[in-house]
């Protein structure tokens, strides 16, 4: 689905991995290892100052860009919501396209597990986890066929993640999605992702599955890292 050859871009040096449909890619390293900016190649938030990114056989940069990210939906940490309804956030990128209808609202909700008077809902009322499904719930809108995830549970308490978790899980199995999330808490890899890119100081130090690559690291720096 995607192929890196000879990646360059900031802090990333000479990056190379392929992603197979509905793989669950987990990225995760130091801080400032490269991750977001990494995440942000897939959906042209950033383009490489060298090499090559090939998404379902074409260069990236031949998609139209709108249709990319259309088909690459990407969720960050804080829920980047306009001020108005929560139909009115999830509605916005379906609009765009004249492709939005009024039945879809209630089917969003019910992905992300809220119900549908929430619809009406203002979204400065909601709570962070509530923003978070919202966010989401405009990312699904648009029919991804892949989804990135920066770091989407970190600003939320314990259990509040752990929801979000279960409301993940339960996407990707009914939309047969590919993922590729950024995160530091090792358990939510293990829980959500079924391989591991370790991101250090801008190279991919090991790619392996998961949980293999957090019991028996074959280098000495992801040791260094998972004792920490
Ligand atoms: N737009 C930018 N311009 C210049 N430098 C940048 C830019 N974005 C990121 N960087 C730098 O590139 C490096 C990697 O940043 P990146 O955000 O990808 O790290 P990260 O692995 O996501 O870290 P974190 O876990 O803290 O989110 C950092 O040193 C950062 O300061
Ligand atoms: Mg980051």
């Known amino acids: 689905m995607f192929r890196f050859e000879h990646v360059y871009q900031g802090v990333l040096q000479d990056i190379n991995f392929t992603i197979e449909k509905q793989d669950k890619v987990i990225l995760f390293g130091p801080s400032g290892a490269g991750k977001s900016t990494l995440l ?5 938030l950033n383009d490489p100052e060298k ?4 998404f379902n056989g074409k260069p990236i940069e031949e998609h139209s860009i709108t249709a990319l990210r259309k088909q690459v939906g990407l969720v960050l940490q804080a ?15 379906p609009s765009l396209f004249g492709e939005w209808e009024d039945h879809q609202g209630k089917k969003l909700l019910d992905y992300v597990q809220l119900p549908s008077d929430y619809l009406e809902r203002d979204v400065d009322q909601l709570s962070g986890g509530e923003r978070q499904r919202v966010s989401l719930a405009r990312t699904l809108a648009n029919s991804p066929e ?6 989407p549970t970190s600003a939320l308490d314990y259990r509040t993640a752990e929801e979000i978790e279960e409301v993940l899980e339960c996407l990707m199995e009914e939309h047969q999605l590919t993922m590729l999330m950024v995160t530091h808490n090792l358990n939510q890899a293990r829980r959500l992702g079924t391989r591991g890119l370790f991101i250090s100081d801008g190279k991919i130090v090991e790619d ?3 949980p293999d690559m957090f019991d028996q690291p074959k280098t000495e720096e992801l040791a260094k890292f998972l004792e920490q």
Request: overall charge negative; cysteine-free.
């Open 40 to 44: 942000f190649l897939l959906n042209r």
């Open 51 to 54: 090499g090559d990114i090939f």
């Open 208 to 210: 392996g599955k998961i």
């Open 146 to 151: 892949v989804l990135l995830l920066d770091e």
């Open 79 to 93: 829920p980047n919501l306009f001020p108005g309804t929560v139909l009115d956030n999830i509605k916005y990128g």
